[in-house]
C-alpha cells in the first residue's frame, strides 16, 4: 500500500500522479492561453497586482479624501433653514446642495488626471511582465516589474494624460446636463453620447498602444497611428474585450456594501492582471493576424503550440504502439524473460558525474531495451510455431478430408483423358 504524502511534501514537491510534459499539453488557442496563465500563474499575478496597486494609492487617496469632503459639506448644509432656528433661511437649499456636489465633483476628476498619470507608471511594469509571462518567459516578479518601467514608462505617461482628459469629459458632461435643466434634452443626449463615444475610441487604442509599448521598439506617431487603425478595423472584438474587462468594475458599483467589501479585496489581489492579461492575450492575437509576418525575426503564436501535420501523424503513431499490447497463449507457459526475472543493474552514477558518464548510463538502458524487446520477438515466435492442441486436432481432421477428396477424384477420372493429354 502507497504511503500517504504529507501536506508539506505536497505543497513543496507537488503531485506525484502528473502527466509527463509533452509539447502538445501547451495551450493552443487564445483562451486556452488565457486560462493557463490565470490559474497556472496566479502568484505571479497577484503581485503584479499588488505592485500596481502601490501606484494607484494617490488615486484611491484621493477619491476617498473628497467623497468624505462631500459628506460633510452635505452635512453642513442648512436643509432646516426654512424652520428658523439657529439657521439663515435658503432658498432651493437642494439645488445649492447639488451644484455643489458637482464643484466637488469637477475637482476630483481634475487633480484625478495626474493620479492616473502616476498608476500609469506601474502600469507600463505590469504589462511587460504580463506579456513575458503569455509567451512562457521566465520571469522575476519585482526585478522584471521595474525593468518594464526603465523601459516604457514614457508611452504610458502620455497616454495615460489623454485618458485621464477623456474620463475628466465623459464624467463632467454627465454633470453638466444633470445640473443644467434648461438645456434642452436632445442636446444632452447628444453631448453624452459624443463624450462616451470618445472615450470608448481612446480605451480601444489603449489596448493595442499599451501592449505595443512593451512588445516593438516604434516612435510616438507609429503607435497612435497603428492604435488607432486598430481600434476602427477591429471594433467589433474590442467592444467585447472592454466590456469583459468592465466587468469586475460594473459589479463593484453594483453589488450590495456588505459583498462589495470582499469584491474590492478581490479586486485588489488580481483585478488589474485579470484586466491587461485579457488586453495582452487579445492584442497579440490581433499582432499574429496583421503584423508579425511584416516584422523581420517576430515569431508567431508565442506561448501555444500549433499542431502540424508531421505533429499528428506522431501523436497517431504513439497511439498505435501504446494500443499494440503483447498477448502471450494463456495454455503455454511463458518462456523466463531474463531480462526483467534476473534483473539487470546499472552502473551507478558518482557524486560528480560528467557527460561520459550520463552517456555510458544511456548506452546501459537502451542495452536493456534492445535485450527485452529481443527475448519478447522470441516469446512470440515460439508461440506462433507451437500450435496447441486444439489446433493439431483441426489440422488432421482437415488433413484427413483433404486425402479422401483426392482419392475419391482420382479414381473418378476416365483412363481415355490421360491418353488424350
Not at 488589474?272 to 499582432?287: E, Q, R
Not at 489446433?391 to 482437415?398: F, H, K, L, T, Y
Request: glycine content about 6%; charged content about 20%.
Amino acid at each position: 500500500m502507497a504511503q500517504k504524502k504529507g501536506l508539506i511534501y505536497r505543497l513543496t514537491m507537488g503531485k506525484d500522479n502528473l502527466p509527463d510534459f509533452t509539447p502538445d499539453r501547451l495551450p493552443g488557442t487564445r483562451f486556452q492561453l488565457f486560462k493557463d496563465v490565470f490559474f497556472n500563474r496566479i502568484g505571479a499575478l497577484v503581485k503584479i497586482n499588488l505592485l500596481v496597486l502601490l501606484f494607484c494609492l494617490p488615486a484611491i487617496a484621493w477619491v476617498v479624501l473628497m467623497q468624505f469632503i462631500k459628506q460633510a459639506d452635505g452635512s453642513l448644509l442648512p436643509y432646516s433653514g426654512n424652520v428658523g432656528i439657529g439657521y439663515p433661511i435658503v432658498n432651493d437649499v437642494v439645488t445649492l446642495g447639488q451644484q455643489r456636489a458637482f464643484q466637488f465633483d469637477l475637482q476630483t476628476y481634475l487633480i484625478l488626471i495626474p493620479c492616473i498619470m502616476i498608476a500609469s507608471i506601474g502600469l507600463s511594469g505590469a504589462f511587460y511582465v504580463i506579456r513575458r509571462l503569455s509567451w512562457g518567459e521566465g520571469i522575476s516578479v519585482a526585478s522584471h516589474f521595474f525593468q518594464g518601467i526603465k523601459m516604457n514608462f514614457l508611452p504610458f505617461l502620455w497616454s495615460s494624460l489623454f485618458a485621464g482628459v477623456s474620463l475628466f469629459l465623459v464624467l463632467a458632461n454627465i454633470g453638466i446636463y444633470n445640473n443644467m435643466p434648461e438645456i434642452h434634452i436632445a442636446w444632452r443626449i447628444v453631448g453624452i453620447a459624443v463624450s462616451v463615444i470618445q472615450f470608448v475610441l481612446l480605451f480601444s487604442m489603449l489596448v493595442f498602444l499599451t501592449t505595443q509599448a512593451v512588445t516593438y521598439k516604434l516612435k510616438t506617431w507609429a503607435l497612435i497611428k497603428n492604435s488607432f487603425l486598430f481600434a476602427i478595423a477591429l471594433l467589433p472584438t474590442n467592444l467585447i474585450i472592454l466590456i469583459l474587462s468592465a466587468i469586475p468594475v460594473v459589479l463593484l458599483m453594483i453589488l450590495p456594501t456588505f459583498i462589495s467589501v470582499f469584491g474590492y479585496l478581490l479586486f485588489a489581489l488580481i483585478g488589474f492582471s485579470y484586466i491587461i492579461l485579457l488586453w495582452t492575450v487579445y492584442a497579440h492575437w490581433a499582432y499574429d493576424k496583421f503584423i508579425n509576418d511584416k516584422v523581420e525575426g517576430a515569431v508567431k503564436n508565442r506561448g501555444m503550440y500549433k499542431k502540424t501535420e508531421a505533429d499528428v501523424k506522431a501523436a497517431e503513431e504513439r497511439d498505435r504502439k501504446n494500443n499494440n499490447i503483447r498477448f502471450n497463449n494463456p495454455k503455454k507457459r511463458p518462456k523466463k524473460i531474463t531480462s526483467i526475472d534476473e534483473g539487470e543493474t546499472f552502473t551507478p552514477l558518482p557524486t560528480s558525474f560528467s557527460r561520459a558518464d550520463l552517456m555510458r548510463l544511456e548506452e546501459e538502458k537502451e542495452a536493456v531495451k534492445r535485450s527485452i524487446d529481443a527475448e519478447y520477438e522470441d516469446v512470440e515466435d515460439e508461440s506462433d510455431s507451437v500450435p496447441n492442441e486444439t489446433e493439431n486436432e483441426s489440422a488432421a481432421g482437415v488433413a484427413e478430408n483433404d486425402t479422401a477428396a483426392l482419392a475419391e477424384s482420382q479414381s473418378d477420372t476416365p483412363e481415355s483423358g490421360a491418353d488424350e493429354k
